[in-house]
T-cell receptor
Framework: EPEVTQTPSHQVTQMGQEVILRCVPI?????FYWYRQILGQKVEFLVSFYNNEISEKSEIFDDQFSVERPDGSNFTLKIRSTKLEDSAMYFC????????????FGEGSWLTVV | QKEVEQDPGPLSVPEGAIVSLNCTYS??????FMWYRQYSRKGPELLMYTYSSGNKEDGRFTAQVDKSSKYISLFIRDSQPSDSATYLC??????????FGQGTRLTINP
């Protein structure tokens, strides 16, 4: 069964460092997303991406965050200058279409900022 | 008032019991309703996806949506220890964004 894959599974980084989280969405999917889950809290939407541009973003997704689809298969989330409060599980997700289509999640990348 | 409310539990039931999980929501703009299962430190896995009010059944799982009451439920019949996980309700607002509940931690005791 096709799946969304994410790397790394776990990353520890020092405060202020840049981090890039990588994702390979399901191959025929056109919509890509990043969600975040701080330990013990709910899954929160960060950003959606379609046709090589951001289509929606939350208030969490400020200037320190950026997304990119550098080639035909990868989708990345960059955090420019990490803060302690960025420690969370980051989930990449994808869907074939928008309205009415199922969103499939990856296994997540656990980011620890120290 | 939170957009989506879900009792975080924990909920502990004996094997074979019927489990009822629920969410309420405040925004009548929500059109699509989902239940995801999440094992510890793993990604959400889609269980059920519904659009209209009413019931949808898939094996041991039944999803129920009552738009007039802004209330959704997931029923698990003949619960198994492997069903032990956190269950997340999620709702779709607009074209793309999912709004999740807090998640209910469920344990099925053998």
């Amino acid at each position: 069964e096709p799946e969304v894959t994410q790397t790394p599974s776990h990353q520890v980084t020092q405060m202020g460092q840049e981090v890039i989280l990588r994702c390979v969405p399901i191959s025929n999917h056109l919509y890509f997303y990043w969600y975040r889950q701080i330990l013990g809290q709910k899954v929160e939407f960060l950003v959606s991406f379609y046709n090589n541009e951001i289509s929606e973003k939350s208030e969490i997704f400020d200037d320190q965050f950026s997304v990119e689809r550098p080639d035909g298969s990868n989708f990345t989330l960059k955090i420019r200058s990490t803060k302690l409060e960025d420690s969370a599980m980051y989930f990449c997700a994808s869907s074939e279409g928008d309205v009415g289509n199922t969103i499939y999640f990856g296994e997540g990348s656990w980011l620890t900022v120290v | 008032q939170k957009e989506v409310e879900q009792d975080p539990g924990p909920l502990s039931v004996p094997e074979g019991a019927i489990v009822s999980l629920n969410c309420t929501y405040s925004n009548s703009a929500f059109q699509y309703f989902m239940w995801y299962r999440q094992y510890s430190r793993k990604g959400p896995e889609l269980l059920m996806y519904t659009y209209s009010s009413g019931n949808k059944e898939d094996g041991r799982f039944t999803a129920q949506v009552d738009k007039s009451s802004k209330y959704i439920s997931l029923f698990i019949r003949d619960s198994q220890p492997s069903d032990s996980a956190t269950y997340l309700c999620a709702m779709r607002k607009g074209a793309q964004k999912l709004v999740f509940g807090q998640g209910t931690r469920l344990t099925i005791n053998p």
